[in-house]
């Protein structure tokens, strides 16, 4: 196993599974990088929408996603999301960066772009969530976890921070969003979500962050130990 210096854990799972929250607990907790992945397609999602690009037009988004310059900077606590230079970390939350995101990530030349980014910025040691980090991007990560719940639990979780950014999110039309951005991320041809064979899989429905992060904790204490 590797020194927490350069140890590398993959966290995947859907939409509202509690990936953002509990990957920042880690990376606090241990030191490391905190990459949250799901900002990268987000930012490039900005930049279509900024350009005007069509997203049917599949090539030119490829050819964005390779040429656009997208960082994360600062720590778990206040990561920063940079498209060309300039902080769009607010920016990727809105309602119709949400929605694109969801289209241009299934787009292999975007997945591949981003992938390249993602091992770059990771090699140095860091907590990774997304959708494929376990399968895709870190297959020889030193732990692989894979957060879910069940459906009306996640979307609950998801409406209630949309209900806090935006106030006039509807239960509803979350729960109808996620259910399809699920159905997409797990059926797309490039770097399906699917659940890693050497993961360890945590069903968080019915249990509070505290709880889901020493179960995590546990589990890499045990790493160490070996």
């Not at 310059?69 to 600062?74: C, E, K, Y």
């Not at 509807?170 to 059926?187: G, Q």
Request: glycine share 8%; no cysteine.
């Amino acid at each position: 196993m590797n020194k927490n210096s350069n140890l590398i854990i993959a966290i995947d799972g859907p939409s509202g599974a509690g990936k953002t929250t509990l990957g920042r607990l880690l990376a606090r907790e241990l030191k490391l990088l905190y990459l949250d992945t799901g900002s990268m397609y987000r930012a490039v999602a900005l930049a279509v929408l900024e350009a005007g690009i069509d997203p049917k037009n599949v090539d030119s988004i490829g050819h964005l996603a390779n040429s656009v310059d997208i960082d994360l900077t600062g720590d778990a606590d206040n990561l920063r999301v940079l498209l060309n230079g300039k902080d769009v970390t607010e920016k990727i939350r809105s309602e119709k960066v949400t929605n694109m995101s969801s289209l241009v990530s299934t787009i292999p030349a975007v997945r591949r772009a981003m992938v390249e980014r993602q091992r770059e910025l990771g090699r140095r040691g860091a907590v990774l969530n997304g959708r494929d980090i376990g399968t895709v991007v870190f297959p020889t990560a030193d732990m692989k976890f894979f957060l879910t719940a069940n459906a009306d639990e996640r979307a609950q979780r998801r409406f209630l921070e949309e209900q806090a950014q935006h106030g006039e999110a509807s239960f509803a039309e979350t729960l109808a969003e996620m259910t399809e951005r699920d159905r997409r991320d797990s059926t797309r041809g490039d770097s399906p979500l699917k659940i890693a064979d050497d993961a360890i899989v945590i069903d968080s429905s019915g249990l509070s962050i505290e709880q889901v992060f020493k179960r995590m904790m546990d589990e890499i204490e045990k790493l160490a130990a070996r």
